[in-house]
Each structure stands twice: as C-alpha cells, then as structure tokens.
C-alpha cells in the first residue's frame, strides 16, 4: 500500500473528496421528498462554468446545491430539464426568462481551476424579481473538495434568503449493522449531511451505539461492547486514535460531550442502578454524581447554555424527560403527555426538545415546544427513534423501521418535509447530526 | 414487594428440590479421590453432576421471559431459578452471566437500563435461593441482541429475557 493510500482516509475525510470516489452508487443515498410544501421557494440553480486547462471536475456543484435547497424543505429548485439558459455571470443572466418560469431567485457560477491545481468557485445570487445581485462570492478547494465547496455555497445562499444559518455543510454520524447470526458487523459511520461520501470510523463485531459529537466535530464518543460489556470509547475521527474513558461495572452508556467540550456527561450503573454522572474530561477520575434514584436515569443531553441537562427517567412509572442542573440537584419533570417519552434533543436556541414518544406500540419523534408546553409528532411511522437535531434547528434527523431494516429520515422541524436517506446495505440506526464545522476541518 | 418474592422463591426451591431429587439417578463416581473441593461439594449432598447442566431438564432452561417493560419475574420461571440457584450451590467455583436484554421498543439506552434491572432480578432471585453474589454477573445488551426481528409480539415477548450464560461450570 502507498503511502498515499494510507492517507487516502484522512483526506477524504478533512477534505471531504465527494462521491468523486469512484461513483459507487451504493455511495449515493437515495433522498426521496416525502411531501412537498406550497410555499417552498422557488430557486435555479445554473450549471455552474468551468474555466482551466485541464478536465473539468467530477463533482457537479449546481447539482449540489440544488438538492441541498430541496433537502431542507423551504425551497424548490428548478428541474434540470427545466433550465433553458445557462449563464454563468450575473451581467448574462436574461431575467425574463426566469420570471416566466416563476423562480424568486437564481443562482450562477463557474468554477475557475488555478495554476496550483485547486478551484475558484465564484457565485452569485440573484432576486429574479428586483434584478438585484444579493451575494457574490468565491470559495477555493482543492478539485477532489468541491462538494464541501458546494455545501458551503449552499449554506450562504440559505442564509442569505432565510436569515438562518445553513446546515447543510455538516456531517451526520450513524451505526450500521450487516450480515445476521454470528456474522454480524456493526460499524460507526460518518458521512456528509446528505448521507455522501460515508467513512467508516470503527467496526466491531459487537454492538456499537450511542455516537456522539465533541463540539469541535472532530471527535465522537460512543457505546460499544467489544470489551463484553458496554464502555464509552472517545476517537478522535481524523487520526482513528481512541482512548476508553469509562469501562466501569455494569451500564457505561449514553455519552454526550457539554457544550464547551471539557466534560462528558454519560451513564453509569455501578452504584446499583443506572444515575447520570458528569466526567471532567480532564481529570477523568473526577465525576459528578447528578441523579441518585433507584429508577432508571439515562440519555443525558446538555442544553446549550451548559447549565443543565435533560435526561430520561421512569421514575414516575414510564420513560419521561427531566430536568437537573449540571452542579447537581433536584430534578423536574418536562414531559407531560404521552405516555413514553425518551432520548430528548434540544433545538439550539434551547426552545424546542425533540424526543422519541410512545403510545401503545407506536413510537414517534415529537416536537415539544417548551414556550407553550405543546408537543406534536413529526414521523409518522411505528418504530422511529432518535431524534437529532440540525445545528441550525431547521431540521431532525431520526431512525426510523422499515420491514426488516433500519433507515434514517431527515424532517423538517415544523414536520413538514420528510425526506429518506437510505445509506447503505443493511441496517441503519443512531443519527447524530454533526455542530457546525469550521474552515479547515 | 421483596417479601413475597422470598416467600415464593422458598417454596419454589422446596419443590425444585424435590423435582430434583426424584428425577436424577444417583451420578456416577468417576472424579479423582484426591479432588478435594470436589469431594467436599457432592458430600454436602448436592444431587448435581457438571454433566447435569447438559443433561438435567430444569438445569437445561436458562432463558427467563419478561412482560413489557417489566422485570417482575413470573412464577413459571421460579423452578428453573431454583435449580440454577441449587447447581450454584453445589458448585462453588461455577460462574454464571446474566445477560438482559429487552425488544426493539423505546430507545436503545433506556433498554439498555431495562435489560440491566432484569438481569438483577434474576441475579437477586438466584442469590436468594442460595447461590453467592460472586458467581452471578449480569450484562446488559439492551436490544442490541434480538434472538427474532420481526415486529410484532410473537418475536418481541422472545427478545425480552435473561440468558443464563456458564462462564464456569464448577
């Protein structure tokens, strides 16, 4: 193997190389929009120029962009078929044409290869109606990069009209699980926001799950029970290297690292019972205790403000979701209807908590809107559980049962849009959606 | 809640000796005179050879069902608890593991507690029927080792148990 090859992994993953991999097609999701909404935004995205002396790159960026604006539900953009001219600057653009084909916006570009070998990709956004230029910009990635250049031309277009930070340059972690009996192969896997370009971070022939984002995204925590019994594994996701950092007796469970990164909220049930613990990541052997019930106390996740954490307990009889202060405390109860509600995700503003909610045999992902006390399902199958939410809040990634196999599905957070990811072969369970990245990474 | 629980595990040891008695021929000496630990256990009257937990129709149960989120052990399952408990009793250095597990419904990390407190209660049924807290260990798999697939009761109620796992037979 060339050196090249052994760092071919890494490269990938920081550069994040795109289904340019070879076009395997079982690298490429299927998404399918599972209802459309009325009052999605109409927006074409050109095919983008391309100006260089060598071949154009592999990666097709409008084509990017525009499944990353129909993927987050608020937007239509334009067919393929339906694009009858293709400017790729601003002064080119014939607005009438556009305004006969009804779209708000239009966005241009072309990607320029320079000397070195990487690519300008320059891009403008237009307000069809205003013939008004509302962004003009330029990202520079290397050629194998240019659907993370995409993402993030996505994320600036989105921003720009809905006011919002962009999600869609991010990444998604999740477990799989092949073959049957003895052959089982669980692997944690980390895969771009639209389920391309999938890395394999650890494989286990025992259960893994659980994963969870440091919040710089390059580590993840998660379960796995290679050792015979549950421990908490930290990897840093770049290099592979991992440390264990919580194998005591019994449930080491449900990691989720606070806000800030320096601790690591988990479950631990050698005290008899499972309680949450909070680890100083630093000094690992100093742990909080936060709850003491003889009830099952788990899924711990930090609101964003770090002072407090939510968690499931069914201490009242059945699964419902708690609050407790990180210093420790008394605990109150969030949840009130429905009679199972587990593994909570707190929306980033900390206004809404997503979670799985049962009644009877059917488990759903409810929204509660702790402004109002209000809660609604947004899945509507009878498996789904956990619920991830974007970073930016716009939507919830969860897992959901189909026949034999686990899927995942992204919803809009207002339950709207649903869209399936299907990623590979086999099952797929345990989203976690990534925080947002930072250049470079 | 305990008492009836001791109570019932009592009278279900009682009987499961009984069973025991009348259902297994005497067992053949063939382990070495100078086994010392050996000699002492069956001279304490244990009924139980190391072959019995292949041979012995109560020893050969080691699989407890549950109901939905439930860990209450059900009466059926008391006799079988007793004559592990009596094996164990008989057989110091024997190991067991307690693996819990739970069905595909609720998430996976409150199953994972699930499958734990069911493992406890049979390590705390058995205990209670004689055998020591050294040889019990319990794991907790939660769902993640389903026995079935299919969604519905039939293959759930099977997913919902405690496997009696010898790590060390005697």
């Known amino acids: ?81 339906d694009i009858v001219e293709s400017p790729t600057r601003g002064k080119d653009i014939k607005f009438p044409t556009w305004n006969l084909l009804k779209q708000a916006y239009i966005v241009v570009g072309r990607e320029i290869e320079n000397p070195g070998g990487d690519v300008r990709v320059e891009f403008e956004l237009f307000d069809v109606a205003k013939q008004q230029q509302m962004l003009g910009l330029a990202i520079t990635g290397q050629k194998s990069g240019l659907r993370d250049v995409a993402h993030q031309v996505a994320d600036l277009v989105y921003e720009k009209i809905t006011g919002v930070r962009g999600a869609l340059w991010t990444r998604i972690a999740y477990i799989t699980s092949t073959g049957v009996g003895g052959n089982i192969q669980y692997s944690l896997m980390v895969a771009d926001s639209d389920g391309v370009n999938p890395q394999t971070v650890v494989r286990s022939r025992e259960p893994l799950l659980s994963p969870a984002w440091s919040p710089d995204s390059r580590k993840l925590a998660y379960v796995s029970f290679e050792r015979g019994n549950s421990s908490i594994y930290i990897q840093e996701i770049a290099t592979g290297s991992r440390e264990v950092v919580s194998s005591a007796k019994g449930i080491n469970g449900a990691p989720a690292f606070s806000p800030d990164g320096s601790k690591l909220a988990l479950t631990l049930s050698y005290g008899g019972n499972p309680d949450i613990y909070v680890m100083n990541l630093a000094a690992r052997d100093q742990k909080v205790q936060l709850t003491k019930h003889f009830a099952i106390d788990t899924e711990p996740t930090w609101m964003p403000d770090g002072q407090s954490i939510v968690f499931t307990s069914d201490r009242s009889g059945k699964p419902q979701l708690y609050q407790v202060s990180a210093g420790g405390g008394d605990a109150t109860r969030v949840t009130f209807s429905g009679e ?64 034999s196999r686990g899927v995942l599905y992204a919803v809009s957070a207002d339950g709207r849009v649903r869209q399936r990811l299907v990623l590979a072969d086999g099952d797929v369970r345990e989203p976690a959606w990534s925080p947002f990245r930072q250049r470079g990474q | 809640m305990k008492l009836p629980i001791r109570i019932l595990l009592t009278a279900a040891v009682a009987s499961a000796t009984l069973v025991a008695c009348s259902s297994n021929k005497p067992k053949p000496q063939t382990q070495s005179s100078t086994d010392q630990t050996q000699t002492q256990t069956q001279d304490r009257g244990g009924k139980y050879t190391v072959d019995s937990l292949d041979t012995d ?16 052990i059900k009466p059926e399952f008391q006799a079988q608890i007793a004559c592990h408990a009596a094996y164990l009793r008989q057989f110091p250095g024997a190991r067991v593991t307690l693996e819990g597990n739970a069905d595909e419904r609720g998430t996976r990390e409150y199953n994972l507690g699930l499958g734990e407190r069911r493992g406890n209660a049979v390590s705390s049924a058995v205990g209670a029927a004689g055998a020591s807290s050294s040889q019990l260990n319990v794991v907790s798999y939660g769902e993640e080792r389903p026995v079935c697939k299919e969604h519905g009761e039939p293959c759930w109620g099977k997913n919902r148990r405690v496997e009696i796992v010898y790590t060390a037979k005697q």
């Open chain 1, 1 to 81: 193997m060339s050196i090249a090859k052994i760092f071919a992994p890494i490269l990938l993953l920081t550069a994040g190389a795109a289904c340019a991999q070879g076009g395997l097609s079982s690298d490429v999701p299927t998404i399918d929009i599972k209802n459309g909404t009325a009052s999605a935004i109409p927006v074409a995205v050109v095919p983008f120029g391309f100006e260089g002396a060598t071949l154009p790159p592999d990666t097709d960026v409008a084509g990017v962009v525009s499944g990353d604006l129909n993927r987050c539900g608020q937007f239509k953009a334009l067919d393929r078929k």
């Open chain 1, 340 to 403: 199972y509600n587990a593994r909570g995700t707190i929306s980033y503003d900390g206004k809404h908590i997503a979670m799985a909610q049962g009644a009877g045999n059917v488990y759903r992902i409810a929204v509660l809107d702790r402004t109002t006390g209000e809660s609604k399902a947004v899945s509507v199958g009878n498996l789904d559980e956990s619920p991830s939410y974007a970073p930016n809040g716009s939507m919830i990634l969860y897992a959901a049962t189909e026949g």
């Open chain 2, 57 to 72: 129709s109560c020893l050969r149960q080691r699989v407890v069902y549950f109901d939905f989120d439930k860990s209450e």
